[in-house]
């Protein structure tokens, strides 16, 4: 297809969007967008074919009108809505489809008077229209707006399949399947199967058949890190060939609410789970329904540890292709509904028809996929209605209560369904009970203890920092780093607020790490940048190690967020180009499906918590090393465990070492005995189903003054592949692998003497003669030491 603005035709792709296909053009620059929103902007292509078709618009951003040889054939006024129109063609036709200023329509509209107003979105008018937020939240990202097919347009011939449904529900040790098609052609007496066992198709509609498979027996499919994802393929027989229809999944999820009704968590298959992820930020800010970078962005938050990802009501629904990676990699997704923060028209009859086939038509595309987990009804919108001083009655909408969950009964029973995010407490944003947005630590400067005490229940938001960058995504960006005002501009802030969310990384830099924020920036900037990286890393580990704990009654916590939009100090563990922050590699060390990690129970010691998701039990040996000045052993000890399939246990520093040690300097006997305490845990005779784990902790804080010691550093490559070994003449904090071809499988980890890290160098290019190239350096060393790969 081709797009214009104004007189001037650009090719370009579909999907995609208009800004998109200006930027390819040298026409749009998305570091200063112009508001496309102004402007009506035509795509148009030749298209071909005799007799008749379906033309089926995935998705159309957002006020879209289709014309056929210049005659108006359909309308579409929903950006989430498919639209699909009968076509009779006769030989070549010319397709155009007109996307019409939605400026313009706003400022027509004149819909119910809100009771309240949202302070992150300029229009407040944008509540009557069904378009995504992006690009309408400047504090939260780039004002680019999503206009054009950001969806698939397929022409289809009335001979094809044209429509899929399939939903795979547990019965016994078995399953069944039910598959739902659509075609324009008599298929006649066809057979469906699954898994060995098939079922005819019936018609059940003038252009509609639909099957049920009964499948005496399979496997289950279980969330990353505990079991297997078994997919099944379900086929069409026809007698010309076989054609797969999709893959579905077998799992069970139900609600554990807990005795009192506070809790929430997860039951996979009759497994209690702790969901760990993160809010899901498209990949490409240019076209953020596209698929570009989808896979990258999967797997890193799949090798992180993640087994959760919220899809949030501010964003836009991902692609199909989103949820089959999600089958594939067991990563459970949270689905809002797009629906966030304001007080929509759901009173109107004409509205909440529309927000209904949207939920109807995502469930026909996606409610087959093993992933999905829960139906949320939006973000914040009882949150915003209650913090305005709205009483329960008043904020409370029949849509979410009632319409929401009559509508998953009927097509996705199988499913959590949530009114909203967050919900559950006598207020809807209370902590201690139901759903979540913990920001306690962090936005609100509380004490890094509040996490425990604040006791949240299941997090579907938490923990935004602006997080620093690695080195090398700091070099793209080309400006000084922290006051320069293009830095700045990538700081993520809430809108109107006189401080920004590198202003609370500062306030935790002061009382963490017991920095001069303000004098480090002027004095050693590098050394901010560093420190604010291995700052972030801490918070992120040890609150998560808090939660994770055996005796937590948390039941997940996914962060905000798994990317940023543009590159900078943005909330994402992942920046804009793809890079992992410090705060992943923090929460790659504790979200393991086998974890070890330790946490400061005050009078009573340090804790060690194993935690163990796989279905297998483990033997574990516990060994404990108190160096003092980071050099030398002052106390010693080893334990071995039994870490029963799916469970956790804790034991205590002290009851490894057998004596009793004041290991967290609480009751101060006299000067400190030692500065660190290292755990290690290793499978008991040598078996190497589980990686080796290890954790310190600082008993006199996290941080140390920056000295002089030795790191060694040595480059290995073995079958192709590049590897580091790093070893220690002191303890290493907040070690820093930084390769200018390379990226570490791990980082910002601690170190001590005696032991050796082999970090894995993954290649950032497809180019096999690149060299691994940087240097190793960690937050309290003076030096770094450089090395190089050698052919």
Known sequence: MSVVPGERWFSCQVPGTVAQALQLAGQFDPHAPRPLHDSDFWYRREICGDGIYALRCEGLATLAQVFLDGKLIGESSSMYLPLTLTLNLHGRSILCIAFRSLTVHLAGLKPPRARW?????????????RTTLLGHMPSWCPEIHLVGPWQAIHLISARAISQVQLHATVCGEGGLVRVELTCGDDLGTLTVSCAGAQALLQRVGEHT??????????QRWWPRGMGAQALYEVSLQRP???LVLGKVGFRRIELDQGVDGRDFALIVNGVKM????????PPKVLHPGGEEGLVNRLDLLAEMGANMLRVAGPFCYESTAFYRRCDELGLLVWQDLMLANFDYPLANAAFATTIELEVKALLHRIAGSPSLAVLCGGSEIQQQAAMLGLSDERRRQEFFSQALPAICARLAPDLIVVSNSPSGGDLPFSVREGISHYFGVGAYERPLDDARRANPRFMTECLAFSNVPEPISLAIMGVPAVHHPAWKSSVPRDRGASWDFEDTRDHYLSQVFGLDPARLRRTDPSHYLAASRALCAYIFSSTLAQWRRPA?????????TAGDLIL???????????????TFYALRQVCQPISLFLTDEGCDGVDIHLVNDRPEPVQMQLRVRLLRHGQSDVGTGTLNVDVAARSGLTVS?????????????????GQPNHDTVHVSASEVGGGNSVPPLDACFFPLGPYATPAAFKIHVQVIQNAAVWWLEISTDSV??????DDQNYRPQDNCFHLVPGSVRRVRLIPRSLASDMLPMGAVSALNCLASFAYRGLT
């Open 274 to 281: 702790f969901a760990r992820g993160a809010v899901y930020t």
């Open 117 to 129: 107003r949202v302070a992150m979105v300029h229009d407040q008018n944008l509540r009557a229209v």
């Open 209 to 218: 058949y639909a099957a049920q498979i009964d499948i005496a027996q399979v």
């Open 568 to 582: 900078g100090a943005g909330w994402g563990l992942i920046d804009a180009r793809g890079e992992p922050k410090s």
């Open 552 to 560: 937590s009654s948390t039941g997940g916590a996914l962060i905000f």
């Open 732 to 737: 290493a904090r907040f070690v820093q692998i």
């Open 653 to 669: 520093v002290n009851r490894v070492l057998g004596v009793f040690t004041d290991v967290s300097y609480v009751f101060r006997f």
């Open 240 to 242: 010309d060939a076989t």
